[in-house]
């Protein structure tokens, strides 16, 4: 059986943001804006100012952010921003 959830964790100089489990997560990549599904291949990114938003529990949650970088795998998605 596939998995149908990722884990999230998104961390700041200050603190830990959010950490759980979610569905789908989009980041301002610096080549555009991607989203990472469940079984999404392995991928390491430099993020740009704007809106990184994720589905949780059906509910979408969005964070204005300026830069940073994600990196996903293994069903994690680890997100540094500033």
């Known amino acids: 059986m596939q ?3 990722l884990h999230l964790t998104i961390l700041s100089p200050e603190k830990e943001i959010f950490s759980g ?3 789908r997560v989009t980041l301002p990549g610096s080549a ?3 989203t990472v599904l469940p079984n999404h291949a392995p991928i390491v990114s ?3 100012k704007g809106t990184l938003s994720y589905v949780s ?3 979408e949650q969005s964070l204005e952010i300026q830069s940073g ?3 996903m795998s293994n069903g994690t998605v680890s997100v540094c921003i500033s």
């Open 3 to 5: 998995e149908k959830i």
């Open 32 to 34: 555009g804006s991607f």
């Open 21 to 23: 489990n979610i569905e």
């Open 46 to 48: 430099i993020l740009q």
């Open 57 to 59: 529990g059906g509910q």
């Open 69 to 71: 970088f994600m990196e």
